[in-house]
């Protein structure tokens, strides 16, 4: 892996650490299955998903909310995944 | 390695309610202050409170911060301290209405008060019937409240530091405290930040347990960083435990559930509650209901493969009502245990939630230590509030809504005697000694060369998984006395872990490597603490101590009624008496706790 990319993957990374362990065992999981599928498009939506409220991401994650962001609906989908 | 140094008045390490709180009042008082902290201030572990915090207000029932006391001190098993206890209590209202004028939005009634709510342990008139108690901002209390006072302290100027992880205490030869050393995530530049006081407001160590219900922030690194500096802690036995987490997971799933007609089964399909509670069954108080969950797993009842779970069946219930009264539960079963809840039972087993022990502190939040005849000698420059920090008002066991109120209470108590101390010139920069720096970048140093070292994830779960066998919600004299052992054997693999990756930026290997250097500290005390304490109190429960005519409950007062200190060094224990002397009321006497 090229250093740069290391270390933007490492920065997401560490954003993934949340408030709510929902979130982390989410995105461990994630991680564990997709770390070389997320491509530099994939990192743009993870950096703004991460930006949201952990309770509003946790609520999109746990299906109680929908997106009309047709990139995050598809990002939670890929988070979803068991 | 070289390392930079920055002057503050005061360093905060930790941003969740306590951090937050202790820095409203240092900024405003005009001082220099610094908060650090490894996660976004709205992302600390704060967030996760629902439940509410409890104050007297008396909006809803007739109240009173004396009820309040008792049920605090009968929680506690009557190990907390009273002094602090009334401290606490006393000045809960005046936080909560803070609060609100930060702009924390309560519930409300009708008459614009905020709306309390019931809440376990916490009862009118010393202990006659339930009392709404409880103040919350809808299910997001924790959020709101990290929200409000990060507005606040945005306003007067506290300086954050996002992303930086505090590796080591500073603390001179004569033992005052000088600060803390701490690592930028973004580049690897490591700071000496040189202050006059130092607030520890780390949070919990939950993480120390294979199933946990706290966030994978709460690694103790408080209490790890004062443990190295000769800190001893407190009373590092007691955790409550919560009954029902998803099995390997820890996800809480909520009393509720049980509530709605959720029954415990065991591997013979059994509803085992009915054995140790034939009236309460499986709505008995957590420590009974997570007992008995142990007793089966142990007893060859458990179920799954290494037989090490019991199940939740609502499969009964008619998944309309689930579906209405027990919202996300079904979410949760699918992505935690793997299972539709509407047609299988939910593998749960009881689970580590909340650390009542911690850094000695008095009431003012200063950090005491036995030195000669007092036992409680403040450590000059050294504060400490919230979860990390022992006061001690949950003793050995917390009433839920207790823990946001201690971590306002204390927070702004701390910031409060750091202000007088540094308005009184009480506190200098006294110059940095540089071997406590050398030993942070020793450490450093040592993790980026180490060859043919222990794997830090496979180490870690191994801490926990010896955790969770020999230190539990129930615990056994032979499986503690083995437990010590191989903790002291992972703590060998610990000072050998290896990191592959070396890079500076955001390297998460070596972040998860210095969080387990603290976490093995905490996991010492812990499980030292409870193999020397022969008696059951609280949360703290030994199939040796059991419920006798003399001694109810298997407490012994008369040899346990003390908090335990752990140093670090030789892991060598300490005891010094629970201050049973309130400060204006009269002493709540020693009494058996039954509900
Ligand atoms: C699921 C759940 C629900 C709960 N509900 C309630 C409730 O309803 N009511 C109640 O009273 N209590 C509740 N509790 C307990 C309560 O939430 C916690 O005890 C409390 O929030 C702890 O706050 P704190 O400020 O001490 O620490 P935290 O909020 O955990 O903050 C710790 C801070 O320290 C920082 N930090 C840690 N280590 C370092 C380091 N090395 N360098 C820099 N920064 C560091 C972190 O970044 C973070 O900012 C609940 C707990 C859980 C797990």
């Not at chain 2, 415990?264 to 420590?287: H, I, Q, T, V, W």
């Not at chain 2, 499969?315 to 949760?332: A, F, N, S």
């Not at chain 2, 971590?407 to 010139?425: I, M, Y």
């Not at chain 2, 043919?452 to 129930?474: I, S």
């Amino acid at each position: 892996m090229d250093t740069e990319r290391n270390a933007r993957i490492g920065k997401l990374k560490w954003h993934c650490r949340r408030a709510l362990l929902e979130l982390d065992l989410v995105f461990q999981r994630f991680w564990a299955r997709e770390q070389d599928a997320v491509d530099e498009s994939s990192e743009a939506v993870l950096t703004r998903l991460l930006e949201l409220e952990d309770h509003d991401l946790w609520a999109l994650v746990s299906n109680k909310r929908t997106t009309d962001d047709v990139e995050f609906a598809a990002m939670i989908k890929r988070l979803q995944k068991i | 390695m070289k390392y930079t140094v920055r002057k503050f008045d005061a360093v905060i390490v930790g941003a969740g309610g306590a951090g937050l709180r202790a820095a409203i009042q240092l900024s405003e008082a005009g001082m220099k202050t610094a908060v650090l902290t490894k996660v976004f201030p709205t992302r600390s572990h704060t967030v996760a409170a629902q439940g509410g915090v409890a104050a007297s207000l008396g909006n809803s029932d007739e109240d009173h911060w004396h009820w309040h006391m008792y049920d605090t001190v009968k929680g506690s098993d009557w190990l907390g301290d009273q002094d602090a206890i009334e401290f606490m209590v006393r000045n809960a209202n005046e936080c909560v209405i803070e609060l609100e004028h930060y702009g924390m939005p309560f519930d409300r009634l009708d008459n614009g008060r905020i709306y309390q709510r019931p809440f376990g342990g916490h009862m009118s008139n010393f202990g006659e019937k339930p009392v709404r108690r409880s103040c919350a901002a809808a299910d997001r209390t924790g959020h709101a409240m990290l929200h409000a006072m990060y507005q606040r302290n945005v306003k007067v100027n506290t300086q954050f530091f996002v992303e930086w992880q505090a590796l080591d205490l500073i603390r001179d030869a004569e033992g005052e405290v000088l600060g803390v050393t701490a690592m930028d995530m973004e580049t690897g530049e490591v700071v000496a930040f040189h202050a006059k006081a130092t607030i520890f407001a780390t949070g919990g160590a939950g993480r120390i347990y294979y199933s946990s219900t706290n966030a994978f922030i709460n690694t103790g690194d408080g209490v790890g960083m004062a443990a190295r500096a000769g800190i001893p802690l407190e009373d590092m036995e007691f955790w409550q435990f919560h009954p029902t987490g998803v099995a390997g997971a820890g996800v809480l799933i909520t009393e509720g559930v049980r509530g709605e007609g959720g029954i415990l089964r065991n591997s013979l399909g059994e509803r085992f509650m009915e054995r140790y509670a034939p009236n309460a069954k499986d709505l008995a108080s957590r420590d009974i209901v997570s007992r008995a969950m142990v007793t089966e797993i142990n007893e060859g009842r458990g179920c799954g493969p290494n037989k090490d779970f019991v199940l939740l069946d609502i499969t009964h219930l008619d998944p309309e009502t689930i579906m209405k009264r027990l919202p996300g539960i079904h979410e949760i079963a699918v992505q935690f245990a793997g299972v539709d809840c509407l047609k299988e039972p939910i593998p749960v087993v009881p689970t580590c939630h909340y650390q009542m022990g911690g850094i000695p502190t008095n009431y003012l939040g200063q950090v005491v230590v036995p030195q000669g005849d007092n036992h409680s000698t403040p450590v000059p420059g050294f504060f400490a509030a919230g979860e990390c920090a022992c006061a001690s008002v949950h003793g050995a066991n917390r009433l839920g809504t207790n823990s946001l109120l201690d971590l306002l209470v204390f927070g702004k108590s701390a910031g409060e005697t750091a202000v007088n101390e540094l308005k009184a010139g009480a506190r200098t920069h006294k110059p940095l000694p540089a071997e406590a720096i050398e030993r942070t970048l020793a450490r450093l140093d040592r993790l980026n060369t180490q060859k043919d070292g222990a794997d830090v994830h496979e180490t870690r779960l191994a801490m926990q998984r010896t955790m969770q066998k020999h230190a539990g919600v129930f615990r056994f004299k032979d499986m503690l006395k083995e437990g010590v052992e191989k903790i002291l054997a992972i703590e060998q693999d610990v000072g050998r872990t290896q990191i592959n990756d070396k890079s500076m930026v955001f390297n998460t290997a070596r972040i998860e490597a210095l969080e387990l250097d603290n976490l093995i500290e905490v996991a010492k005390a812990t499980i030292v603490s409870a193999n020397a304490r022969t008696e059951s109190r609280g949360a703290h429960v030994r199939d040796d101590a059991p419920n006798t005519t003399e001694h109810p409950n298997g407490r012994d007062d008369k040899n346990w009624h003390k908090h335990t200190l752990w140093y670090r060094e030789n892991n060598r224990l300490d005891y010094k008496p629970v201050q049973m002397k309130p400060m204006t009321v009269d002493s709540i006497e020693l009494k058996t706790r039954a509900y």
